[in-house]
């Protein structure tokens, strides 16, 4: 017999089950918690019950559908969240099936297998992404007896699970999230949105009849559980164990909901830019100097006159220099200083493809895990970026923006965590020299916009090798 296939042996393989009423940010914290994980390198896959529900039986179901006095369709509600599950546990089983890298958020079933003890194929890389599989089991759960049933079967296949409960009690927020998220998605497709928002609150009441909220009694008194209060207010931590639970649990206590938008730019064009030399320190060339005088209007133009703005930069001359005429609080991060190129420092690439063809080539093959001689891998810098993405999440303060003044390889990264781009993607997005670009993250995604200065500069980005990953920059 043909053995199962197992991930890597140093992997943690942990399911996140999310718990709570509609409309309390169960997926959007599902969202975060994967797309978080998978920005640090982990494998991580969401496994959303409404999504298999809309796939089985159709996305408009009026509320009573989900009344539980309903037997058939408390029936077909059990049925699809068991193949939800089932579907989890298989993932875990044929771990390979995830991508190498970068989070895989489904909107349908995976397709099922015959057998879940069928060996399967590992794809390229797999353990290399990161200790960690981590699924998020994405539905109400509402009840002890079937977060019981869950526990039981995670823990028989050596799957360590973590309930996390969104509780919200205010209205503003609930009837907020109902009307810019549950508005939009299938389940009311072409309705009447007053007739949709009054339909949903029925959703909610036939959920509320039987609602249990997680106890620290259940499972034998073991159940390990976070409970997320009205999206960050509070957060209450029981039982919880090892790394990666316990880097959700840091995360989640950095969320908040308040509306925001950040900015990102390069510093202007530098000297090393001209020359076509890699990192280094150097001043700005004449015409970045020339991007550092025109951004204040353009930044006032877009910002807002009641918004409060606090600039971020490096330690580097260039992103202080570019900063020089901005008229806001500046604070500067060693943390945002460019990729440490090492002993490739202030060579030009063809200098590099002279002198060390080899890491040239292993660079072009694999540039996400790729360290150079001395210095830093694009994984490494994702790391040392922690911080920064952190402090991004946790600002709360309604009206006041962040800009922050970078490098390429450091904007990638922040870029990419925020647009869900995958780690092998993440080396190639373009952050073009005097552009300034506009994040508003939103539930379920985030909103650019690019706005440019009438500043030539050179370009310094270098396509993929691989096709496939230039895609994105087309646009």
């Known amino acids: 017999m043909t053995p199962p296939h197992k991930p890597h042996p140093a992997a943690t393989k942990v399911a996140c089950v999310m718990v709570g009423l509609p409309a309390r940010g169960k997926t959007y914290v599902a969202r975060k918690i994967a797309r978080y994980l998978a920005w640090l390198g982990h494998h991580s896959r969401i496994f959303n019950v409404g999504n298999y529900r809309r796939n089985a039986v159709g996305a408009v179901q009026p509320h009573d559908f989900f009344d539980p006095s309903n037997p058939e369709s408390v029936a077909m509600r059990k049925e699809v969240a068991s193949r939800a599950l089932e579907d989890m546990l298989l993932w875990f089983d044929r771990a390979g099936d995830a991508p190498a890298s970068g989070a895989v958020l489904t909107n349908s ?176 060339s004449p015409r970045g100097q020339d991007f550092a005088r025109k951004l204040p209007t353009l930044i006032t133009e877009n910002l807002g006159g009641e918004t409060q703005l606090t600039v971020w930069t490096s330690t580097l001359k260039r992103t202080i220099q570019t900063a020089a005429y901005l008229p806001y609080t500046q604070i500067q991060w060693k943390q945002l200083d460019e990729l440490d190129s090492g002993v490739c420092d202030q060579l030009t690439y063809e200098e590099i493809a002279e002198k060390y063809p080899q890491d040239f080539s292993e660079r072009d093959q694999d540039k996400f895990n790729y360290r150079y001689h001395g210095g830093e891998s694009y994984r490494d810098l994702v790391q040392r970026l922690e911080p920064v993405i952190m402090e991004l999440e946790r600002h709360h303060e309604r009206d006041h923006s962040i800009l922050i003044v970078g490098h390429q390889a450091v904007l990638r990264a922040i870029y990419a965590y925020f647009l869900n781009y995958s780690l092998d993607e993440l080396p190639y997005v373009k952050i073009p020299l005097h552009a300034v670009v506009k994040l508003t993250p939103k539930a379920y995604g985030c909103i650019e916009e690019r706005f440019t200065v009438d500043v030539p500069a050179v370009d310094t980005h270098r396509p993929s090798p691989h096709p496939a990953l230039n895609a994105k920059n087309k646009s």
Request: glycine share 8%; charged share 25%.
């Open 109 to 284: 079933p995976i397709s099922p297998a015959p057998n879940r003890s069928l060996k399967t194929e590992s794809v390229t890389g797999v353990g290399r992404a990161g200790p960690g599989w981590v699924a998020v089991y994405d539905a109400t759960n509402s009840t002890a007896e079937r977060r019981r049933g869950i526990y039981e079967k995670c823990v028989e296949n050596g799957i360590q699970v973590m309930f996390i409960e969104s509780i919200c009690d205010k209205d503003d927020i609930i009837l907020a999230n109902i009307k810019e998220v549950k508005l939009s998605s299938p389940d009311y497709a072409g309705m009447d949105p007053d007739k949709a928002v009054e339909d949903f609150v029925r959703r909610i009441s036939h959920y509320s009849e039987y609602y249990e909220t997680l106890d620290p009694a259940e499972c034998n008194c073991q159940i390990p559980f976070v409970k997320v209060i009205n999206v960050g207010d509070q957060v209450i931590v029981n039982k919880v164990k090892g790394y990666l639970q316990s880097r959700i649990v840091y995360f989640l206590m950095n969320l908040n909901i308040t509306p925001k938008c950040f900015y990102f730019t390069r510093h202007g064009e530098s000297l090393f830019n001209v020359a076509g030399r890699i990192g280094g320190d150097a001043d700005l």
